[in-house]
């Protein structure tokens, strides 16, 4: 859209946080595992990896039936947990 930058789609994220289990899996995932990293705080690190689990099986479950409920909370945990993987090293594995 004409004036949007784009990362305007952020600014829907509180709007979404009542439609979808795996977005807000996800959020609570990424949030808990960046304070963790940013505090070397081990317990909260595995938290997040354990939640980032938890909503990629609740993502699995939300694309897996034939009529996506919200699919914008859909895309933004996708996007979400793509953030996750890519910030974090608990994503592949590397959490003691």
């Known amino acids: ?19 979808n289990n795996a977005y807000n899996i996800s959020i ?8 963790g990293i940013w505090n070397k705080d081990l ?3 595995k938290e997040g ?4 689990g938890s909503a990629l099986a609740a993502l699995r479950d939300a694309i897996s039936s ?3 409920v919200a699919p914008e909370a859909t ?3 996708i ?6 993987e890519v910030s974090n090293p608990s994503a592949l594995g590397q959490v003691p």
């Open 79 to 84: 996007i979400i947990l793509s953030t996750y």
């Open 75 to 77: 895309l933004a945990t």
């Open 66 to 68: 034939r009529k996506i």
């Open 43 to 45: 317990p909260l690190m």
């Open 1 to 19: 859209m004409h004036g949007q930058s784009p990362a305007t789609w952020v600014h829907q994220l509180p709007d979404l946080a009542t439609t």
């Open 28 to 35: 609570t995932a990424l949030s808990l595992s960046q304070i």
């Open 49 to 52: 990896q354990r939640l980032y």
